[in-house]
Structures are given as C-alpha cells and as structure tokens.
C-alpha cells in the first residue's frame, strides 16, 4: 500500500496537497528525466558540470530538466522509493550517469530501490521492478514521454503520467495530486 502523508512541513512541497504517496516512483530517463538519450553523448567519464547536468568525456552535457532535482528533493525528504525503467541502449552508460548525479549526499542510484534495463516491454521491465521491490504495481507511479508505454504499463494497473516535453514540477504535482485523490477514492 502507499505512503500516507502526515503533511509537508515546507509550504513549497511539491507533495503538500497529497494525503497519499505511492510506495514507489518509476522515471523512464530520456527525455523523461534528462534531455536527450544518453546514447546521444560520448559516454563516460561522466563528470558534475553543475547541479543538474553532466558533462561527458568530450565536454558534451546531459542535463536534468531543470525541476528533476526538487522533484527528487521532494520524494527523499517524503521517503517515496524511485526506480528506473528505461530502454536505453547504453545501458552501463546510464548507470554510471545516475552515480555521478548527487542530491542530499548521495547519488540518485544509490537512492534507486530498481534500476531495469534493456530493449524489452516496459511491461517486463515493470514485472522486475516489483519483483525486486516488492511493491505492487498499484502503488507505483509511472513517468514517461512515450504515449505507448504509458499504454501498455497502465495495464497493469500502475499509475501512469505522459510526460511528452520530459519532467517539469507542474506535471509531476498534478499528477501526484491526481494519484492522491484516485488511491484516497478507492480506499473509501
């Protein structure tokens, strides 16, 4: 089951409005989380470049949209677990990427409880996430910019957000807001 929320005690939170959290949030990465793929860039060595982009072994960046890092703020500081499901072909890439970014002393792998790869179905991808977490799928939240996966992983009864211009703090709120409301009906 989700995470009930005693309240925010920042007036800012993006989570302010929301009386239920889910267990887990699962973020597809390009174009998603990060402009661009990260098969786009030379590879690592990656290297901080700023708080919310990378640079890659030419100087090349990989950026974060420019909310991810108080979207992540605001999902470690309510104990909301995050995962990955992506189906980048760089696999290693992404990997080493997500160890480089660094948000409240840690890196955002470290705080992944899932990272799932690979060319498979998002739905596969989803099966591995649960099995490795435990969390069922229902109280999963789902952001991706392609409309099929959102499609095909709302299937299998996860909340799923279209994200087509990648993550800004307005969608993600709405959608957040949205999962409360919906999960708060279901238990009433």
């Excluded at 239920?20 to 990260?38: A, I, K, Y």
């Excluded at 290297?47 to 991810?68: E, I, M, N, T, Y």
């Excluded at 970014?101 to 989803?126: D, E, I, P, Q």
Aim: proline content about 4%; aromatic content about 10%; hydrophobic content about 40%.
């Amino acid at each position: 089951m989700g995470v009930t929320q005693e309240g925010s005690s920042k007036s800012t939170s993006l989570l302010a409005n929301c009386s239920t959290l889910p267990s887990l949030v699962v973020f597809d990465l390009d174009d998603t989380f990060w402009e661009g793929d990260v098969e786009a860039t030379e590879g690592p060595p990656f290297k901080q470049g700023g708080p919310a982009h990378l640079l890659d072994k030419s100087s090349g960046r990989l950026s974060l949209f420019k909310d991810v890092p108080s979207i992540l703020e605001a999902l470690f500081e309510s104990k909301v677990g995050i995962a990955v499901a992506s189906r980048t072909s760089r696999p290693r890439w992404a990997e080493v990427a997500l160890k480089e970014l660094n948000f409240g002393g840690s890196s955002v792998h470290a705080r992944c409880a899932c990272l799932a790869w690979g060319f498979s179905s998002k739905t596969n991808h989803f099966a591995h996430i649960r099995q490795k977490t435990g969390v069922e799928f229902r109280d999963m939240v789902f952001f991706d910019n392609e409309h099929w996966n959102i499609v095909d992983v709302s299937r299998l009864g996860v909340f799923s957000a279209y994200c087509p211009r990648g993550l800004s703090a307005d969608l993600f709120r709405a959608e957040m807001e949205r999962y409360s409301r919906e999960r708060s009906a279901d238990a009433s």
